[in-house]
């Protein structure tokens, strides 16, 4: 049974930090690119950040980029979101998926998706 289980959310002030954990069972984790998304209220859930198979290429929104960094670990099976200098927009519950397509950024792209965690960012 695949499972993947986001943890990491909360509520922070603008322009504060979280990080976004994902952990992965029930599939060969290294043989997946492992993505962010997320999605707000009444909004379609969009692409946030890609990481490859082994973590050396990374790709993102420009709405994220310079202010989060997506990341793996293979051996703990756990993908992350470092989330700086949040803004009121970044307010979304997040989702981590994994695919077989290396920079895929359509949500139908995703063969694997989690419950999401919620990320809500006060001004």
């Known amino acids: 049974q695949v499972q993947l289980v986001e943890s990491g959310g909360g509520l922070v002030q603008a322009g504060g930090s979280l990080r976004l954990s994902c952990a992965v069972s029930g599939l060969t984790f290294g043989s997946y690119v492992m993505s962010w998304f997320r999605q707000a209220p009444g909004k379609e859930r969009e692409f946030v950040a890609t990481?490859?198979?082994?973590?050396?290429?990374?790709s993102y929104a420009d709405s994220v980029k310079g202010r989060f960094t997506i990341s793996r670990d293979n051996a703990k099976a756990t993908v992350y979101l470092q989330m700086n200098s949040l803004k009121p927009e970044d307010t979304a519950l997040y989702y981590c998926?994994?695919?077989?397509?290396?920079?895929?950024?359509?949500?139908?792209?995703?063969?694997?998706w989690g419950q999401g965690t919620q990320v809500t960012v006060s001004s």
């Open positions: 998926a994994a695919t077989g397509l290396t920079g895929a950024r359509q949500v139908a792209a995703y063969d694997a």
């Open positions: 990481v490859d198979r082994s973590g050396g290429y990374t």
